[in-house]
Structure formats: C-alpha cells, structure tokens
C-alpha cells in the first residue's frame, strides 16, 4: 500500500499586469546560530506584498567556531549545521536544509515569493572573483571548485530561471514591474577585483561588478523608460567613512565593518573600496536625477542616504539609497554587549553630524524594510523585531523616509500610518 504526503500550501504572484503601484519585503544577512529569524515570521504574517526582495547573505557559510574576523554565534542552541564552515556542495547543501527546516523561513516562503541577488557568505566571507578572505587553497581546494559548489546548492535551494542558460553563476538580472520600475539586481561580490586597501584601491580600472555586469548594467540604465530605476545592491553605496569622525564613532564604525581596521579609512571591502567606479555609476545616475533608488544590506545597519556625484559626497545629488538592518546577523549592540539603543544613540548622533549625506542611522535594530512604489514617491519603512535571542512577536516601526519623483530628497514621515491595503495593483 503507497502513502503519499501533502505539503503546506503556499502561494505566489505574476507580474502580468503593470501596476501603478507596488509594496514588497527588503531583506539580508540572516545569520543561522545568531538568532531566530522573527523577522521572517512577521512578514509571512502580512499580507500586502509583492515579494521579498533578498539582497544577500541568505545563508552564512561560517564555522560554528569562526575565526577571528568573524563574530561568534549567539549561545541559543542554533549551531549551524555542518558544524565546520561549508567548503563542498554537501556542505552548502547541508547548510540550505537546515534553514529551510526553520519554521519562520519556511513560512515566509510559502507567503510571498523572493526575489534575490547574492553576497558574499552564499559562498564565504570577503568572496571576490578568484578567492575569498578565508578561502585557503591548500586547506579548502580550488577557489573555482568551492565557488561552483555554492551556487549549484544556491540554484537547488533559490530555484529561478537562469538570467544566462549558460552562466549557472549569475545572479545579476533585471525585472520589470511595467512601466512603474525597473528593479537591476547586482553582484557586487563575485565578479569584483579583489578588495585592496589605498593607494590601489583607487586604481581607475578596479571594478566591483567585473566588465560584463558593468556594461549590462550602464546599457540597462541609459535605455530604461521605467518611471523608477531601482539597484538592488548587496553593499552600501554611500560613503561610510569621513576622518573628521571622533574616536569613538570610528571604533563603532570598525566593529561593524564600515571603516578599516585601524580606523584611518575606509574598508575597501564596501563601494569604498571601488572609487573610480562607484563614481561611473553616480555619473549614470546623475543623467537622470529624478528617478533613481538604491536599495542596499550587507553592513547590518539602517540607513537612509543622499548619494551625491562626487567622492565627497557634497556634489549634485543623483539617487537616494534605503540600507536594511539585519535579520539576526550581529549588529553594534549585539558586537560591544550593550543594551539596544542604549549607548550607541550618542555615536548616532555624532555620526550623523560628521556624515551630512546619511539622514537616519540605526546601529542597533534587527528587522526588515518595507518599500513603496507608487508613481509620485516611493517610501521605505524601517520596521524592528523586539529581539533575536528567542522566538518572539513583538515588531515596530522605527523610521519612515519618503523621496517624491523629481526631488532628490528624503522627507521624514515617521508619524504616518502604516499602508495595510495590497499594494500590487494594476
């Protein structure tokens, strides 16, 4: 006699329609053994949005005992499994099940579908085209070999249609929401030229796209008629370091990667360390000043930004930049031992004095962003969990910034009601 097993319903959307206006999910770094993903379960709980936008970090390949450069899980009873950080495909594979096993990823999945790019912990940390931080060859193989491995189990777990049939590697696509936006997902990690401090750094030939995604995504914005452009972008675009910061800032700066080691620069790890191209992609950009979103992660921060065109950040402004905090992956608070927004909202303060261009910074909130499009402004809400350490209910919404089409300025709405009609309408 056969049995057969049921699985739990979910649901999708199509973009067959063009909307005048759109409402999804921005999401990264959801580091397994530092937290439960409450995050997840509150947006599996809504239900006025497209998808999920994943701008990386979706796994973390790490060691349950990291090096150095890494910071140690949460003691919860989370170890990541393997226990070792992951090398084969069976490693990977081993690490995609055991987040799809969580009952929060898996109901936010069977919620809304996802849209996602990569970073670098899909394949290992401080990833770049022929290496990684912590790849050693003599230890972990060939850097090709791990590279295949990861996004093979990536494309198993994250199953889409190939942007190129002949590239199992590629993450960097476009989608169209009509003619309301144009969404250009990036890879700003596995195609890059290996992060370099200064003086090379500034090397105008360095990129952090590679040729090819450069050339795609420039010929991309130049021929988009969308009333919105919209980057997906794994790492922060705007400047996170200015040497007139105090000291203070610069250690806090430090823990969270935004700024070199010995807080004399910035990290090159960032667009940072990218100048010459970074300042390309300002100038396309600034063709068309009215109508430009850069929706950033990686770093574990909110963060909302005025992007200007020259490496000062104090030129013509191009785009506003809306950067995520983190699902659970550790943040100031979680990195120093300290209270959530306890200590850190003096540093807060004095960062944003010595950084004109950030407008709202949060060091210390887990959680996730809501952004809406509709064809005369697009707002994002910063929305935060009431803790990480243990399976819990509680979220709020911490900040609201609004940019109008034609205006590159980000207007402050924090008192404004939540939107909670679905917002993906034609």
């Known amino acids: 006699m056969s049995t057969s097993l049921a699985s739990p319903v979910g649901r999708t959307r199509t973009l067959a329609s063009a909307p005048d206006r759109l409402r999804f999910g921005q999401v990264s770094c959801a580091k397994f053994n530092a937290g439960y993903f409450n ?28 090096p150095k450069s890494q910071t140690p899980g949460a003691d919860i009873g989370r170890p990541f499994d393997p226990l070792h950080e992951c090398r084969t495909l069976d490693d990977y594979r081993r690490r995609y099940a055991q987040y799809h096993a969580d009952p929060d990823v898996q109901a936010v999945h069977a919620a809304h579908p996802f849209i996602a790019t990569s970073d670098d912990h899909e394949l290992a940390d401080g990833a770049w085209r022929d290496g990684a931080q912590e790849h050693k060859p003599e230890r972990d193989g060939p850097w090709s070999e791990r590279r295949a491995a990861a996004f093979r189990a990536r494309e198993e777990w994250l199953p889409v249609r190939r942007p190129d049939p002949a590239d199992p590697e590629r993450t960097y696509r476009l989608v169209r929401f009509g003619d309301l936006a144009d969404l250009f997902l990036l890879d700003t990690r596995s195609r890059r030229d290996e992060p370099v401090p200064a003086p090379a750094m500034h090397e ?12 795609w995504l420039f010929d991309g914005l130049a021929a988009s008629r969308a009333r919105w452009r919209i980057l997906g972008n794994p790492s922060v675009l705007a400047r996170t370091w200015n040497d007139a910061l105090p000291e203070d800032v610069r250690h806090a700066l430090m823990k969270l990667k935004m700024i070199d080691l010995d807080l004399t620069g910035p990290d090159w790890d960032q667009w940072d360390g990218y100048p010459a191209e970074r300042s390309a992609l300002l100038a396309q950009l600034r063709d068309r000043t009215d109508a430009d979103i850069v929706l950033s992660g990686d770093v574990h921060v909110g963060m909302a930004n005025v992007l200007h065109d020259r490496e000062t950040m104090d030129g013509w402004p ?3 930049e809306f950067v995520n905090t983190s699902l659970t992956s550790q943040n100031l608070d979680d990195k120093l031992g300290w209270a959530p927004l306890t200590q850190s909202l003096p540093l807060v303060e004095a960062f944003l004095r010595g950084m004109p261009h950030v407008r709202w910074v949060d060091l210390d909130s887990h ?16 929305w935060a969990v009431d803790g990480i350490l243990e399976r819990s209910t509680g979220e709020w ?5 609004t940019v109008r089409h034609g205006e590159v300025d980000l207007i402050p709405t924090e008192d404004g009601e939540p939107v909670t009609e679905p917002l993906f309408q034609a």
């Not at 959680?367 to 910063?382: F, H, K, P």
């Open 39 to 66: 995050a997840y379960a509150r947006l599996a709980e809504r239900d006025d949005l497209a998808f999920i936008l994943h701008l990386g970090d979706y796994i973390y390949e790490a060691s349950n005992t990291p």
């Open 204 to 215: 105008r030939s360095r990129s952090a796209l590679g040729p090819a995604q450069r050339a």
């Open 318 to 320: 191009v785009a506003v």
């Open 367 to 382: 959680g996730y962003s809501l952004v809406t499009v509709a064809r005369e402004q697009v707002t994002c809400e910063w």
């Open 397 to 401: 919404r911490v900040a609201e910034w």
